[in-house]
């Protein structure tokens, strides 16, 4: 009878474990179980190494992920959104690819705008920044384009 008792208890801890070790990795490696918010698409001509996952944000804070990147027509890159659901974004939004420190990780920084009209969920925003490609830039320089 003890040892059943003891195999009960080792088991119900083994399976606490296994549930704080799958919350962790849900909540630490930013997954989303169910896609909470909504969509915007934003179209741009050169994504310069954005990823899919990549943090999307409003005056430093983050506010939503890149979901989905794609070629679109025309040879440019179409980058869906995935917002949190209290976000309002004006129809006059800007949305610019932007590094982060040094080592160059990308994320979409969007600046919300001031017009009337609101994007709605699905929506796109029209106005859009390419990221600098550095690379580009001082190839540009050395070789006396500029």
Not at 23 to 32: C, P, Q, V
Not at 43 to 68: H, Y
Request: glycine share 14%; hydrophobic share 40%; net charge neutral.
């Amino acid at each position: 009878m003890r040892k059943g008792n003891l195999e009960l208890v080792v088991g119900a801890f083994v399976l606490l474990g296994l549930g704080c070790l799958a919350y962790l990795a849900i909540h630490l490696g930013k997954m989303e179980i169910m896609g909470s918010g909504y969509p915007v698409s934003v179209t741009f001509d050169n994504i310069s190494g954005l990823k899919m996952g990549a943090a999307v944000e409003v005056a430093g804070v983050e506010v939503g992920r890149v979901e989905s990147i794609q070629l679109s027509p025309g040879d440019r890159a179409s980058v869906t959104l995935r917002l949190e659901p209290g976000l309002k974004l004006h129809d006059d939004a800007i949305a610019s690819i932007r590094t982060k420190g040094i080592i160059g990780d990308k994320f979409v920084k969007l600046s919300p705008g001031n017009s009337e009209k609101l994007i709605p969920p699905g929506g796109k925003i029209r106005d859009t920044e390419a990221a600098i490609d550095l690379e580009e830039l001082i190839s540009s320089y050395i070789h006396g384009k500029v």
